[in-house]
């Protein structure tokens, strides 16, 4: 299943650094490597400061890079800058993680979704025929074009941030914890929909979350980071049912299982693990 | 050109709920109607003006009111209402160009600088700084001196000692906006740095400049008057500030010639003033503050329903031990908000208890009055809310019927609170040792030596290795985990008999979760204390907790020990909330092979 994914985008060796103060210099990646396919999800997993969205800001453009090669679709696109950045516009997109920060609070949802359009030259019957569409993909009204961020709820948001991810048809979404801010039973459905839209469009995620159970729902890989190098990846069910590396085991152990008798075991077991450490 | 620049630069959409609310305040609607006088008065006053303002009849050299001439007439024999009717004009017409050059100068200028930061940052706060250092009168008076007094090149240079004033707001917000994910999200889109200025900028700024402006055209025109009291500026044009120099030369023997231009002066700047004040409410306070008697009808409308919602009146939840035995229990708490259409009840009648060395979960989705329950227990409601009780016993004690006084002094003391985002529930301006060294000492009346000596042995307890130099450090030098930590440390350190959790984990990494929870049931253990976790993870409570209940919609929908929740669910929302958890289901590989398999069994039809 997971073989036959052409890449489409690849990492090598990325080093970033991040400046603290004059040169107190912070490395938070160092020299990692990741590929994603066509169609494919790869989940990047990983507690806070591990540096996993600092890959994906990376990609984006949105963080310098100090060494290492990003290509995508056979191009480099490492120090893209100006210009060549905007045309990948097209291609790369991103949703994040806080669903009240990401929307303009100012902007109505249809300037919001027709935004990317606009600047692409889309015509503006064109752009309201796209965002209708869109609007329809993510499971909203379409006389939600009308209202402000303001009134809808975190798990409508996200459906609006992911519904602008998607205006442009890209080929990759870089989604940087996209569902961690929400309930349980929205991050569920939303999750649903990031699946549906992959197999109607044939998108590619790269998922970057903290949450095993989550990339375990919606991702084909996994690869996992601590202090800023990855230290295993594989096929998703490989990773989570027979993790190799000890940081990978002590991940899966801490996140709690809804079965209190399983959990209780699952708690002595990762008391032992700790013990061990 | 003589309308005032503000109501007319609101975007539409914004200017019917900003000046419905403006329009609720009676001070700003009557400093509103007092400077649209003062415009109507400008623009029409060639047709109101009984004279020609320039017009001398030695008739009325220094007139009483009366006789025609409503205002009477000054020392050259001119008639002083039609005088300043004009003069209105000219006061005005400086505003608007200063205004507009302040913020022509200004706004591009500080929107940029705060998006940019670097050397665009350097360069135009420089630039700010120097203009802010010059003596602006003196400078006034040596252009004035330069350009044979023009009007308006005096007004522009006015605007140009305004800009940095739009320089340091404008600058100012863009810093804060320019951090929003939204702006990332727009670079990655691939809109341009010009148009995100353009849009999510000078969105952004808006209101603040708005309120600049009214204060700033109030700042111009008294220093328009300033300068032509002095003398400045072109003698054949009325102005107040020349009337104003026309009747201090008389002022003992003909007080009212320098009264009118002083009313007209000093209420049109009052004007402004107020007008800027109140939109600068309306912007930076978004709710506000309930007076005590809209508090009182919400706790009226709480306590006494009316007949038709009786039904849904009776409390929900049940008790499960004795009240004797109880370190908390909760008898049907009401909570409510006052909005504009009501009251807005966010818990509806909620019973529970919790027994000293017992785990009580709260589950819920966001909404569910989960939150609310806690808060009220604890009397740390946000403002505008208000909580009714049948009664609320803490460690044995009724509290429901407390002053707010008595019920602050039971926070720390009986009753301990670990919030959700640690990191902002510590104050980044102090250190830590001050932050639980103090309590310590006012609610326990250690002494320094003694509180420090507690804090230490607490943090070492919390599981912290290195006490001293936490102790040492400020907030923003600690990991979210250890900020919780330390919060914890801070609640167990007055051995409460309960500690309310509000979300104590959602914020945290898995692997911090898991320690967090670790150390909250050993302390749980060890002090015997009763520990409420408000969550919306299932996986928390079976980690945890020995009883749950499930609110929906502010009510409880199920009650009972957490074995039995999960292994009976009563309610089909807690089945809801039990599956949505990730644990069981099928992962990506699992989903893509039933389509294939589906997809192939189609096919072979």
């Known amino acids: ?277 | 050109m003589t309308t005032a620049p503000f109501p007319a630069t609101l975007a539409p959409v914004r200017r019917i709920s900003l000046l419905r609310r403006y329009l609720r305040r009676p001070l700003g609607v009557v400093a509103l109607v007092v400077l649209l006088l003062v415009v109507a008065a400008a623009v029409l006053a060639p047709w109101l003006a009984p004279f020609d303002p320039n017009f001398v009849t030695f008739k009325i050299v220094h007139a009483e009111p009366g006789n025609g001439h409503l205002l009477g007439g000054d020392s050259a024999g001119r008639d002083i209402l039609s005088r300043l009717l004009y003069g209105a004009r000219t006061t005005l017409y400086g505003a608007v160009i200063t205004c507009v050059a302040g913020l022509v100068l200004g706004v591009p200028a500080g929107v940029s600088a705060g998006y940019f930061g670097g050397v665009t940052d350097r360069i135009c706060s420089w630039i700010s700084d120097a203009l802010q250092s010059i003596p602006g009168m003196i400078v006034l008076l040596v252009v004035a001196a330069g350009t044979g007094q023009s009007f308006p090149v005096l007004m522009v240079a006015l605007g140009v000692f305004m800009a940095p004033g739009y320089y340091r707001i404008s600058r100012a917000r863009a810093m804060a906006v320019r951090k929003e994910p939204y702006i990332d999200a727009a670079r990655v889109a691939g809109v341009t740095n010009p148009r995100i200025l353009r849009t999510h900028m000078m969105r952004a700024v808006y209101a603040p400049i708005v309120v600049q402006t009214a204060l700033t055209a109030g700042i111009a025109i008294g220093m328009q008057a300033g300068l032509q009291f002095l003398g400045i500026g072109s003698a054949s044009t009325p102005s107040w500030g020349q009337m104003m120099n026309d009747g201090f030369n008389t002022m003992l023997t003909f007080p009212k010639i320098l009264l009118w231009p002083s009313i007209a002066l000093g209420v049109t700047i009052a004007a402004l003033a107020f007008i800027g004040s109140t939109l600068a409410d309306l912007i930076s306070i978004r709710a506000e503050q309930p007076s005590k008697r809209s508090r009182a009808r919400v706790r009226h409308e709480l306590a006494a329903p009316s007949a038709a919602e009786l039904s849904d009146r009776v409390a929900s939840g049940s008790h499960e031990h004795a009240l004797e035995d109880c370190a908390l229990r909760v008898e049907n708490l009401r909570v409510g908000y006052a909005t504009q259409s009501g009251v807005k009840e966010v818990v509806r009648g909620v019973s529970l208890d919790a027994a000293p060395g017992e785990v009580l979960g709260i589950v819920g989705e966001s909404g569910s009055g989960k939150t609310q329950t806690s808060f009220a227990v604890l009397d740390l409601l946000p403002s505008g809310g208000t909580a009714v009780a049948d009664g609320i016993w803490i460690s044995g004690r009724e509290v429901s019927k407390l002053s707010s006084a008595e019920r602050a002094a039971l926070l720390g003391r009986s009753i301990g609170y670990v919030p959700q985002e640690p990191l902002s529930n510590l104050d980044p301006c102090y250190t830590i040792e001050h932050q639980l060294v103090e309590p310590l000492r006012y609610v326990h009346g250690l002494s320094k030596a003694d509180a420090r000596a507690r804090a230490r042995e607490v943090l070492v307890r919390v599981g912290i290795t290195d006490p001293e130099r936490v102790l040492g450090s400020y907030p923003h030098q600690i990991s979210g985990g250890m900020a919780q930590r330390v919060l914890i440390a801070g609640a167990v350190s007055g051995r409460p008999s309960v500690l309310v959790a509000d979300e104590p984990t959602t914020a945290l990494d898995v692997t911090v979760q898991a320690e967090v929870l670790e150390l909250l049931r050993e302390l749980q253990q060890e002090y015997g204390m009763a520990l409420v976790i408000v969550t919306h993870n299932f996986g928390v409570v079976a980690d945890i907790c020995d009883r749950v209940v499930v609110m929906k919609d502010g009510r409880i929908v199920e009650t009972g020990r957490v074995e039995q929740i999960f292994r009976a669910p009563a309610h089909p929302y807690t089945a809801e909330l039990i599956s949505a958890s990730l644990d069981d289901v099928e992962g990506r590989d699992e989903l893509d092979r039933a389509l294939a398999h589906a997809g192939g069994e189609d096919d072979a039809r």
Not at chain 1, 135 to 146: A, G, I
Request: a positive charge; hydrophobic letters at 40%.
């Open chain 1, 1 to 277: 299943m997971t073989a036959d994914f052409a890449p489409l985008l690849s990492v090598q060796d990325l080093v970033v650094d991040y400046r603290l103060a004059r040169k107190v210099r912070f490395r938070a990646l160092k020299g990692v490597s990741i590929s994603v396919g066509a169609g494919e999800c790869v989940g990047l997993v990983g507690e806070s400061g591990s540096g996993k969205s600092t890959l994906g800001r990376a990609l984006l453009g949105l963080t310098p890079v100090e060494s290492g090669r990003i290509t995508f679709d056979g191009q480099d696109i490492t120090h893209a800058r100006g210009a060549a950045r905007r045309r990948l516009a097209n291609d790369i997109q991103v949703v994040f993680q806080d669903p009240y920060g990401s929307l303009d609070p100012t902007m109505t949802v249809g300037e919001v979704l027709a935004q990317p359009l606009e600047v692409a030259g889309t015509t503006r019957v064109q752009a309201r025929a796209t965002v209708a569409e869109m609007l329809d993909r993510v499971r909203l009204p379409s006389d939600s074009v009308h209202r402000y961020p303001s009134e809808f709820s975190g798990g409508q948001r996200q459906r609006i941030a992911i519904a602008r991810a998607l205006v442009r048809r890209p080929r990759l979404i870089v989604c940087d914890e996209p569902v961690s801010a929400l309930d349980l039973t929205t991050q569920a459905t939303i999750l649903e929909l990031f699946i549906d839209l992959q197999r109607e469009t044939g998108v590619s995620y790269l998922f970057v979350s903290h949450d095993l159970g989550v990339v375990r729902r919606v991702c084909h890989r996994v690869s996992v980071m601590y202090h800023g190098e990855i230290v295993e990846s594989g096929p998703t069910h490989t990773v989570t049912h027979e993790p190799s590396h000890p940081y990978t085991r002590r991940l899966l152990l801490a996140a709690p299982v809804a079965d209190p008798a399983r959990q209780a075991e699952r708690r002595a077991a990762w008391l032992g693990l700790r013990e061990s450490a």
